[in-house]
T-cell receptor, first 115, second 110 residues
Framework: NAGVMQNPRHLVRRRGQEARLRCSPMKGHSHVYWYRQLPEEGLKFMVY????????ESGMPKERFSAEFPKEGPSILRIQQVVRGDSAAYFC?????????????FGEGSWLTVV | KQEVTQIPAALSVPEGENLVLNCSFTDSAIYNLQWFRQDPGKGLTSLLLIQSSQREQTSGRLNASLDKSSGRSTLYIAASQPGDSATYLC?????????WGAGTKLIIKP
């Protein structure tokens, strides 16, 4: 059973370009979470999705960021018109069921560098 | 609003020493508390998960404790080794969001 798979592992974008980060949850997991780790800072919750639904996006910046988890395929975190401040590690996690107390499994992260 | 703090921010000790990393949280209404390890430029490795009804968990040389009433958790590392050098993160499970501390950067000197 493969773990949570994220790609690309490293992504370089110029300011103003779009970044797309993908996350394939563990087999049988229908709940996905995205976290962001800014340089020298702790991780911060961004969004919680279930298949075809956004459950909680309270941690997402109001502009330029969006996330989806379609019925088929990976979850996508999309950042439009990237700026240098978007440079960070983006971690995806998944779980079998939602709610608190469930074990969640993390991917190895996607490192975005904006130049 | 849950806040998680880790002290110290950095720690350097000689190989072989036992050490304790501290994690405190402001809201005791947590479902569990987890400790992770992160190597530079790498992902997160889950070390120990303590459910809210538990007081401690052990794995090898690692022991984590949880005291909800005082809002504290500790990670005890016995007989430290250079391979233990990494950043250690604690995270409190509050309402399905993990609230993270900023981490303790640990260096074990050979």
């Amino acid at each position: 059973n493969a773990g949570v798979m994220q790609n690309p592992r490293h992504l370089v974008r110029r300011r103003g370009q779009e970044a797309r980060l993908r996350c394939s949850p563990m087999k049988g997991h229908s709940h996905v979470y995205w976290y962001r780790q800014l340089p020298e800072e702790g991780l911060k919750f961004m969004v919680y999705l279930q298949k075809e639904n956004i459950i909680d996006e309270s941690g997402m910046p109001k502009e330029r960021f969006s996330a989806e988890f379609p019925k088929e395929g990976p979850s996508i975190l999309r950042i439009q018109q990237v700026v240098r401040g978007d440079s960070a590690a983006y971690f995806c996690a998944s779980s079998t069921t939602g709610g608190s107390g469930n074990t969640i499994y993390f991917g190895e992260g996607s490192w975005l560098t904006v130049v | 609003k849950q806040e998680v703090t880790q002290i110290p921010a950095a720690l350097s000790v000689p190989e072989g020493e036992n050490l304790v990393l501290n994690c405190s949280f402001t809201d005791s209404a947590i479902y569990n508390l987890q400790w992770f390890r992160q190597d530079p430029g790498k992902g997160l490795t889950s070390l120990l998960l303590i459910q809210s009804s538990q007081r401690e968990q052990t794995s090898g040389r690692l022991n984590a404790s949880l005291d909800k009433s005082s809002g504290r958790s500790t990670l005890y590392i016995a007989a430290s080794q250079p391979g233990d050098s990494a950043t250690y993160l604690c995270a409190a499970d509050s309402n399905y969001q993990l609230i993270w501390g900023a981490g303790t950067k640990l260096i074990i000197k050979p």
